[in-house]
Each structure stands twice: as structure tokens, then as C-alpha cells.
């Protein structure tokens, strides 16, 4: 439930709980970095539960200095009782005033820390920001489809080349998914999404997997091995490997049409596109003639994000063709506002690559925003634009492949991104960890999709399926 913030402290009824009765002691725990208040049942504690109003109902009643510190700049406390662990929780939320604020304004809100909350209405939007914003909220999820609020919609999802899950993770957090498959065949990458998302992933080949170990599911996702189309990867491109890789979206196919999803995502390198005149692509809308298919290249920076890494995204659907949206937003992230978020309580922040001292010689050279033609001994050189590359904090940072491999650095310092600054530069917070050896680590987060990115599809695909589950009961509930 949720109460008002007083000044007075913190009070609140609510039903009695097993441990939580009329006469019950307790005590409470204060997590200040969560601005969570933790009510503990303890028979030996120092306070007791009072009791409100005729019916006599359960009364929390504090006016402690601590509790008052807690609640004093918030707008409203959000209380929970966990059955499992007999606890209450109650933690405090600040709204975030939007009126009139420009667009860049509104943008640094929504990246705010997760404590906050904003309220918008749909005609405040309309009013004081351009239509690319509210595409783009629109997009993230904040204007849903979804019509029966006494209703929960639950959707199952299957996951192919999983990877460290990082297509995966926004499904995860939403609770309209449930996520009841996935494989990949890196073990690092599997322990990876283990710890982070769920034990659902299987350490297999993808070539082993059959239709009966996946359960029936709504939807299929997944990006099938991009070293094989990726002109980043021009070397091994034309070897029996490279072929191979790109034979795998018969594999992601194969197991698609089995399960018969009413969506299925892939994402991958724009080259999936043109690739060999357009043979891979040509497969998917051959072989998948019962859906409707879309499909359209997607900037990061242009959605949301911090670089300007871009994916192709295909989506096929047997409830009604999904539309791509074309969002370029005005107002860009830069990597300077990623990595400032960056510090020692992140996982992996010590996780780095030493340079030689040769390397941190041409490092040293090197402006911000330049690369090795800044290097005099290198600059005659035809290497990769990011090879000695250089952030720029004002501007969006490149795509993060392994960037071990090229020397990608930060806007300072002579030496190249941890993998805790990699990841935030890819959309991600410190509560994602990645596992593995260094050389896993940064592979992981060099092959994964951005944030920005993957809940754009996300909330692509749950809106289409709220809209289709809309239909369905309406046919079948009464208003």
C-alpha cells in the first residue's frame, strides 16, 4: 500500500499479520542507501505494535529522529509485507516535479536514481515536449496497452544464443515476463546469466537443443552469433568458421518454428541485412511466410543510449505486425554521463587490463575523441577507427566490442575501460555482474546488446501482446 510522507514521522494500519498483531514487539532496521525502513517481529524488542480506530487494527507509530530523516524529502512511502520472512517494509519514493521542464531537462530526470518516481500526464507531454519524446517514452513502456488492471498478464519467453543475458535482463525486470528457457554455449556466459537472471540457462550447443526441452512459450528471442556478418570481424569472415556462424540462424529457425511463438525477435550486426545479397534476411521471410515481419537498423544513442552502436532488429508476429518506430532523440547521452556513475561499489571496477608501458607511451598521445593517427609511428597506418580510440565525455562513446582488443580508453587516464565502465557505457547498473576470467568478462559485455536497446524491444513486443491479451478477454470477461 502506499501512504503519504508527514513531518510528524511514520504511521500506518494495516491488516494483522501472523507476526504482526495488536501487543507484538518488534524493531527496525534502517537502510539508508535504499531509504528503506525494516520492521523486524522480535518478542525481546523495543517497540510495540499499538492499535487504530474501533476495529482496533494493527498501528506502526514512530517519531524517531532516524525515521524522520528517512521520510522528510519524500513525497509518498510505499508499505510491503513479506509473508516469507514476516517483515514490513516501508520505503520512501520522491516525486519528481516535470512541469515545464525542457527536453534535456526531462531526459537527466529519467536517469535519475532508481528511488524516484515521476508523474506525467500524457497531455502534459504533449504540451511542454516534441513528439520524439513522448515516442520515446512511449516506447520504454510508460504508456501501456494494457486495459484490465485487476488482470496480471504473464507472458513465457524462451531465449537462443543468450549469451550474458543482456537481451535477456529487461525481460527479467518485468514482471509481464516469465523467462523459462535459455542456452548458450560459452560457460562463462552461462555462469554470467546464471547469477544475474535465473538457473533456467543451459550450458549446451545450440545445434543439441530440441523442441521438446523448450517449454510452449509466447515469444522467442534471441541473436544468433554476429561474428559471422560483422565487418568488425573482416579477418575471419570468408573462413569455414565464419560460414558456420552464419549458418546458425538456420538453428535459431529451426527452433522457432517448432515452438510456433506468437512473436519472435532477432537482433543482430546491420550486415544480417546484406550479407551475401541479402541471403540470410531472405531466409527468415521465406521461412517464417505465417508471420508478419518487420524489421529496421536502430541507433543506441538515438534510443536512450550511450553509444552509437548499431543492431538490426527483426521481429516477426502471428497477432498483428509489429511497427518499428523511427525515434531519434535531440537530446543524446554522452559517455562522460555514463561513466561518472561508475565508482568502487561497482562489481568488476577492478577488473582491467594493465597495458605495457609501451602501450600507455602511445596512450599518452592520444586526444580525447581521436585514435592512433594521433601516434606518429602508427598514423600512416589502415586500422580500425577504434583502434587507440579516446572517449570523448561530451559525446556518445563508440561501440563496445572487446575493447581489450583495440586499446578503447576513458577521456582520461592512459590505460583502458574496466569492465564495470564498459558495462555502464552499455546501459547497465551495478547490480549486473559479470563472471569468468578478465578475457571472458570483456568478451561478455563486448558481444552484448545495449540496455537501450533491449528494453526498446521489450517494449515493443509487450505491448503487442497486451493489446492481443486485451482482445482475448474482452471476448471472453464481461466489462
Excluded at 510452449?216 to 554476429?226: L, S
Aim: aromatic share 10%.
Amino acid at each position: 500500500m502506499r501512504i503519504k510522507a508527514s513531518k510528524r514521522g511514520l504511521t500506518f494500519s494495516f491488516e494483522a499479520k501472523e507476526k504482526f498483531t495488536v501487543g507484538s514487539r518488534y524493531r527496525y532496521v534502517i537502510d539508508k542507501q535504499k531509504n528503506e525502513i525494516i520492521f523486524v517481529p522480535e518478542p525481546t524488542g523495543k517497540y510495540i505494535v499499538s492499535k487504530k480506530g474501533p476495529n482496533k487494527k494493527p498501528l506502526i507509530d514512530l517519531r524517531n529522529k532516524e525515521v524522520k530523516e528517512i521520510i522528510k524529502n519524500a513525497s509518498y512511502i510505499e508499505i510491503k509485507y513479506d509473508e516469507a520472512k514476516h517483515c514490513i517494509y516501508a520505503k520512501a519514493y520522491r516525486k519528481v516535479n516535470t512541469s515545464g521542464k525542457s527536453d534535456i531537462e526531462l531526459i537527466e530526470l529519467l536517469d535519475t536514481q532508481e528511488c524516484d518516481t515521476i508523474e506525467i500526464s500524457k497531455e502534459e507531454l504533449k504540451k511542454y515536449h516534441n513528439e520524439e519524446i513522448v515516442e520515446m517514452l512511449k516506447i520504454a513502456g510508460f504508456f501501456s496497452s494494457k486495459i484490465r488492471t485487476d488482470i496480471s498478464y504473464v507472458f513465457d519467453v524462451a531465449s537462443l544464443f543468450s549469451g550474458a543475458g543482456l537481451l535477456d535482463y529487461p525481460f527479467f525486470k518485468d514482471e509481464s515476463f516469465n523467462i523459462v528457457f535459455a542456452c548458450d554455449i560459452d560457460k562463462s556466459a552461462c555462469m554470467t546469466y546464471k547469477e544475474n537472471i535465473g538457473d533456467h540457462i543451459m550450458h549446451m550447443d545450440i545445434r543439441d537443443v530440441t523442441s521438446d526441452i523448450i517449454p510452449d512459450i509466447d515469444v522467442a528471442i534471441g541473436g544468433p552469433c554476429c561474428q559471422g556478418y560483422s565487418m568488425a570481424n573482416r579477418i575471419n569472415q570468408d573462413t569455414i568458421e565464419g560460414k558456420n556462424n552464419r549458418d546458425m540462424i538456420s538453428e535459431y529457425i529451426r527452433l522457432v518454428k517448432s515452438k510456433k511463438p506468437k512473436i519472435f525477435v532477432v537482433e543482430n550486426v546491420p550486415q544480417f541485412i546484406t550479407r551475401d545479397d541479402g541471403y540470410y534476411l531472405n531466409k527468415v521471410l521465406t521461412e517464417f511466410s505465417d508471420y508478419q515481419i518487420t524489421y529496421q537498423v536502430v541507433n543506441d544513442v538515438e534510443v536512450g543510449g550511450y553509444t552509437t552502436r548499431k543492431r538490426m532488429i527483426l521481429i516477426g508476429s502471428r497477432i498483428g505486425k509489429i511497427h518499428i518506430p523511427n525515434v531519434n532523440l535531440h537530446t543524446t547521452k554522452t559517455a562522460g554521463m555514463a561513466l561518472k556513475k561508475v565508482d568502487s561499489s561497482w562489481p568488476n571496477y577492478n577488473d582491467v587490463t594493465i597495458p605495457k608501458k609501451e602501450t600507455q607511451r602511445k596512450m599518452a598521445m592520444v586526444r580525447p575523441g581521436s585514435n592512433y593517427k594521433d601516434i606518429p609511428e602508427m598514423a600512416h597506418l589502415n586500422r580500425h577507427s577504434n583502434v587507440y580510440r579516446r572517449l570523448d565525455e561530451n559525446k556518445p562513446s563508440v561501440t563496445i566490442t572487446n575493447w581489450r582488443k583495440v586499446c578503447l580508453m576513458p577521456p582520461t587516464g592512459n590505460r583502458i575501460l574496466s569492465v564495470s565502465e564498459a558495462a555502464a557505457l552499455m546501459g547497465l547498473n551495478k547490480n549486473f555482474k559479470f563472471y569468468g576470467s578478465l578475457n571472458d568478462k570483456q568478451q561478455q559485455v563486448g558481444n552484448g546488446v545495449t540496455q537501450a536497446i533491449a528494453t526498446m524491444i521489450k517494449s515493443l513486443v509487450k505491448n503487442a501482446l497486451y493489446g492481443y491479451a486485451n482482445n482475448f478477454i474482452n471476448s471472453v470477461l464481461p466489462t
